[in-house]
């Protein structure tokens, strides 16, 4: 039996070919590791479980760092046959309690940057037996590395295409996470459809993902590296905007991973264009990208962007604009290996040109919610996955998002897309963010309401001179049944781990 262990393909295989290529960069410091020590790593802390009991389909919590102790960790579950379940490390004590408790994890093992919130929560928790934490060393898992003897690569887990790989929770921008159930075959499947076939990514890249490696994002902007030979440029500090750009230009970053917010905030700093002179391509995800950052980023750095959708349920982009084939404002073109249905609320296709409700089928389809027993009746149609998304399909074969299906705002009885109006709002030089949500009226009738954060160039305004801005615009732009009534200005907005609008607590 062919032993389909994503371990195989993405750590013992590449070692074996190219033992000296130059694995991991740590960004802040420069250290390298190369394939064989990445193997070794894997190898050590898969030794490491194994010796404190850990079983095959046992899962085991990561709290971790942006560091290769996350990849030894994430691989070295897997390698014997546990599942690991990277969770992000942002939350508090209660967040983790909930996520051990949901998760019935057995280990679990946390960066010493993150000890504050996490240990709390291990603290009579009924199935967890082992607490292991990464100081940041060569040997991050103390003396059960040392005890144990590495685990041989012809130890590994005979898994097939169908066991299960590892978990991810979602986000929960409308309620409790919930986990998402990935199989081994998917990491091989998305990194063939999406790295190799869209981006071309090969051994000459350098890749950089702003987002986190515990998000479905970040994590597969790793693995993706991994898989084609290419180098993973990892920072485990906070994402801002000077050491990004630091990093691009020092590591000779070739592409560039990132979410709509953190373009928007590079387009209001001071960064010299030649930080991102090696960039060859840039990629967006996790919300919307307004049609002005995508403009304006590629007249400043000179890097194009890719726009995408991609859902911790179908394991990244499934989405995506191509390589000097840009639509502004469209989400971009299906994925090879991934069929796309709009449907109406009664199950039927609907016309191009027509709002619908996005429904995808692929290879990478989690198999379903861990313990979510009525949403995935809900959710699961066959073999599609009905994402909760509204799309609408465009002559030119490209799909456009409009929305959350709970975002989208019925204003005088006709429909208005959230993210057209946040896109519209964004052009304005002096607004650096912007979400729009559905609000009552003194006669209880919606209307769109949009908050904005200041850019620079809108702090020092007058109070109500924003505001008055933002209307004045989208009305000069758009229909005028879609122009926010209200406006509020704020400091900041309610986003989750993974850097998207909670516009539900808005909406609240």
Known sequence: MINSSAVNRFVLTPAAAGPSGTAVIDAPSGRMASRAELADGVLRAAAALRHLGVQPE?????????????????????????VPVPVSTMLTAKDYRFLLEDS??????????????????????????????????????????????????????????????????????????????????????????????????GPADRVYSVPKLFFAYGLGNAYFALGTGATLVLHDGRPTVEAVADHVER????????????LAQTLGSDVDPAAFATVRQGITGGEPLPPDIGRRFLERFGVEL??????????????SQRPGRVRPGATGWPVDGFDIELRADDGSLVADGEPGNLWVAGESVTTGYWRRTDLNRRVFQGRF???????????????????????????????????????????????????????????????????????????????GELEARVQAHVKARLAPFKYPRWVEVRAELPMTATGKIKRYLLRD
Not at 58 to 82: E, K, N, S, T, Y
Not at 157 to 175: I, K, N, Q, R, V
Not at 397 to 426: F, H, Q
């Open 385 to 463: 996955l009905a994402t909760g998304d509204t799309f609408v399909h465009n002559d030119d074969g490209s799909y456009t998002y409009l929305g959350r299906n709970d975002d989208m705002i019925k204003a005088g009885g006709i429909w208005v897309s959230p993210s057209e109006v946040e896109a519209c709002i964004v052009e304005l030089e002096e607004v650096a963010v912007a979400a729009v949500v559905g609000a009552t009226d003194a006669d209880g009738l919606t209307k769109p309401k949009a908050f904005v954060i200041p850019a620079p160039a809108g702090a020092g305004l007058a109070p």
């Open 58 to 82: 046992q899962r085991v919590m990561l709290v971790l760092a942006d560091r290769p102790a996350f990849l030894h960790a994430f691989f070295g579950a897997m390698a014997i046959g546990a």
């Open 306 to 319: 890719l726009d995408g959708i991609g859902t911790t349920e179908l394991g990244h982009i499934f989405i």
């Open 104 to 201: 019935r994890a057995v280990a679990l093992l946390v960066s010493d940057l993150y000890t504050v919130e996490a240990l709390p929560a291990a603290e009579g928790q009924p199935f967890l037996r082992h607490v292991l934490v990464d100081g940041g060393d060569a040997d991050p898992w103390g003396t059960a590395c040392t005890v144990a003897r590495p685990l041989r690569p012809d130890e590994v887990f005979p898994a097939t295409d169908d066991d299960t790989a590892f978990w991810l929770y979602t986000s929960g921008t409308t309620g409790f996470p919930k986990a998402a159930v990935h199989r081994h075959v998917d990491l091989g499947f998305l990194t063939d459809a999406y790295a190799r076939r869209v981006l071309a990514m």
């Open 251 to 262: 590591h000779g970053v070739t592409l560039f991973f990132a979410v709509p917010t953190f």
